[in-house]
C-alpha cells in the first residue's frame, strides 16, 4: 500500500489538498443538535439501518477529457416496508436533510420506503447519534476516523487501510461484526491504528 497513482488515475486533474474534517467544514445538522431528535434516530439506525462504506463511481470533465473515478464512500441508509413505515422514513429523510423514495416490489415482496444520506452528511449525522448508538457505534467512530479528511479516498489505499486493520479486506458489515465482539482495550487499539493509517494514506 503506497501513495503512487494508480495507472488508472495518471493523467487525470488532482484532487484538492486535505479537507477539514466534518465540524471544522460547517456540515451541522441542527436538528440534530437536540438530543430527542438523535436519540430516536441512533435507536432506529440501530433497528432498521445500515452503516458503512460503498463503493462509488464518480465521472467528471477536465480539459476536454472524461475521467472515472472508483472511491469508497461512507453512506447511512435505512429502509422499511412503506405500508407500515412511510411516514417514518419521511420523517427521518427531513430531519437529515435528505430525499426518500419508494422501491418497487421484489421477488413477492412488499414496497419499500428507502433513504439514504453520504459523504460529509453521512458523518455529520454520525457525529450526533454516535453516543446514543449501539450497534453501529463503533462503526461511527470509525467511519469518522478514516473520512475524516477525505470523504471520497482513493479506493485501493482505502481498501489497502480496512486490510492492514483487520487482517484481509472486509465489508462494512463484517468489520461491524468484527468490532462487536471486541474487547474496550482492542478497539481503542484499532481506533489508533486507523488515526495513523488515515493520516498516511488517506489525506
Known amino acids: 500500500m503506497n501513495k503512487v497513482q494508480s495507472e488508472a488515475e495518471k493523467g487525470m486533474p488532482k484532487e484538492t489538498d486535505k479537507q477539514p474534517s466534518v465540524t471544522e467544514s460547517g456540515q451541522l445538522i441542527a436538528e440534530l443538535e437536540k438530543p430527542e431528535n438523535a436519540k430516536p434516530l441512533a435507536v432506529l439506525l440501530d433497528a432498521e439501518g445500515s452503516v458503512g462504506w460503498s463503493k462509488y463511481t464518480r465521472r467528471d470533465k477536465y480539459k476536454n477529457k472524461e475521467y472515472t473515478y472508483i472511491r469508497e464512500i461512507p453512506y447511512i441508509s435505512i429502509e422499511m416496508n412503506e405500508l407500515e413505515s412511510k411516514r417514518t422514513i419521511d420523517k427521518v429523510a427531513c430531519l437529515i436533510g435528505a430525499t426518500s423514495r419508494t422501491t418497487p416490489p421484489r421477488d413477492g415482496c412488499e414496497p419499500k ?3 439514504q444520506v453520504t459523504h460529509k452528511r453521512a458523518l455529520a449525522v454520525l457525529h450526533y447519534t454516535e453516543q446514543y448508538l449501539d450497534k453501529f457505534k463503533r462503526m461511527a467512530l470509525l467511519l469518522q476516523t478514516l473520512f475524516k ?17 483487520f487482517g484481509k479486506y472486509v465489508t462494512s458489515n463484517e468489520a461491524n461484526d468484527i468490532m462487536l465482539k471486541m474487547t474496550e482495550k482492542e478497539f481503542n487499539t484499532l481506533i489508533q491504528r486507523a488515526e ?3 493520516e498516511e494514506f488517506l489525506t
Open 196 to 198: 495513523k493509517l488515515t
Open 113 to 115: 420506503r428507502h433513504t
Open 149 to 165: 479528511y477525505r470523504t471520497e479516498p482513493n479506493l485501493e489505499r482505502f481498501r489497502g487501510v480496512i486490510t492492514t486493520l
